[in-house]
């Protein structure tokens, strides 16, 4: 995008139901020619705290258009290359999408060891209320787990997973 005139379109490939691409805001910070494997012949990295995530190439094209990937975006490979080099280093990145992935919608539970954009909402509506003070880094760790238990207290929250925290 050019200020708001969009300037390219590409069809992608992006995370499967158990691997989604992490939904929000984040800014390229690594540029790399043959990154090698299935990358493809770009690589853009991002600054997603929980993982390795990118936009990149791939030796699959089938896969373009598909819920296939571990997570990171999918482009045909001429599609790459013709983007590579309109972005530079620090270029914002907006991914959209369902935040609960492509299930039916139902509620998900989380537990310690989690991570991705589900966890990423939590921790920022927990820090919004006063509940979690931590990183807001995607990862469900001891920090969080206390503030969702002090959440659950304080709210009269019932919970009904033998799963879950509280």
Not at 63 to 92: Q, Y
């Amino acid at each position: 995008m050019d200020g708001d005139q969009i300037l390219d379109t590409f069809p992608v490939g992006v995370g499967k139901e158990q691997f989604p691409t992490p939904i929000g805001n984040w800014k390229v910070v690594e540029k790399s020619r043959e990154w090698g494997g299935g990358f493809g012949p770009r690589w853009l990295g991002l600054n997603v705290p929980w993982g390795k995530y990118g936009i990149h190439g791939i030796n699959r094209p089938h896969s373009v258009g598909r819920h296939a990937s571990h997570g990171c975006i999918r482009l045909l490979n001429p599609d790459i290359e013709a983007l590579f080099p309109k972005v530079p280093l620090g270029t914002r990145v907006h991914i959209e999408g369902p935040i609960l992935g492509l299930g039916e919608g139902l509620p998900k539970t989380l537990v310690r060891g989690d991570r991705g954009s589900l966890v990423l909402l939590v921790q920022n509506r927990l820090k919004a209320a006063g509940y979690y003070h931590g990183p807001l880094d995607g990862w469900f760790g001891a920090g969080l787990e206390k503030a969702v238990k002090r959440y659950q207290k304080r709210s009269s929250f019932k919970n009904h997973s033998p799963n879950s925290v509280g």
